[in-house]
């Protein structure tokens, strides 16, 4: 893993190799840039700098994820949604990482949340010795303070006595901890061909 220091972007110029326009939002008419494998990154006028992006470098092809310009809250009760999903048998393939994969309940948390980034970081993760030699992972994301303006911080330990594995910052999200808390958990088991991120009901 590496580091890499930037601030905030106005121009499709100034955006550091590997990442991608992924849109504009509703507020602030903020522009929206996304690493596949790091997370959302905002730029534009409005937003905060940013400094110490982890960012892993994998050699793959890079893909744009589109943030949608309507940020409105989705129609159905997310939290309702992921209660009923108590496990399936069918599972998916991330799309650079084919070893690693996530259940018919993650892929709802990805679609209703607008979240297929999350599951992007988790991936991302996998790479290091120290997460993926792990059998049980119990991951989360936490809402962080008012004054950190939609930040979040993505931590994964194996317990959650435990000391920190891996953790990630947010710069911004709109992950809806108003339905689900300010902190929410999953987990990533091994499974026969690896990594598999599944909800906490279909453990």
């Not at 006028?45 to 890079?62: G, K, L, N, S």
Request: proline content about 8%.
């Amino acid at each position: 893993m590496s580091t890499m220091s930037t601030t905030t972007c106005n121009t499709e110029h100034d955006i550091p190799d590997g990442w991608f326009a992924a849109g504009t939002a509703v507020p602030n008419s903020t522009e929206y840039w996304i690493n596949p494998f790091s997370g959302l990154i905002v730029c534009g006028p409005e937003a905060p700098p940013i400094r110490d992006i982890e960012v892993a470098q994998i050699p793959t092809e890079p893909r744009l994820l589109v943030v949608p310009e309507d940020q409105t809250e989705p129609t159905r009760d997310i939290a309702t949604e992921l209660a009923h999903c108590t496990g399936s048998d069918t599972t998916y393939r991330h799309s650079f990482m084919r070893w690693f994969e996530y259940t018919e309940g993650a892929r709802t948390l990805a679609e209703m949340a607008g979240a297929y980034w999350l599951i992007d970081v988790v991936a991302s993760h996998q790479i290091k010795p120290r997460v993926r030699r792990e059998q049980f992972q119990l991951w989360s994301i936490r809402k962080l303070p008012p004054t950190a303006k939609n930040a979040a911080v993505v931590e994964c330990r194996t317990d959650s006595n435990r000391p920190v594995l891996c953790k990630q910052f947010i710069p911004y999200t709109d992950f809806p901890f108003a339905a689900l808390g300010d902190t929410f958990e999953w987990y990533v088991c091994r499974a026969e061909r690896g990594p598999r991120m599944l909800l906490k009901s279909e453990y």
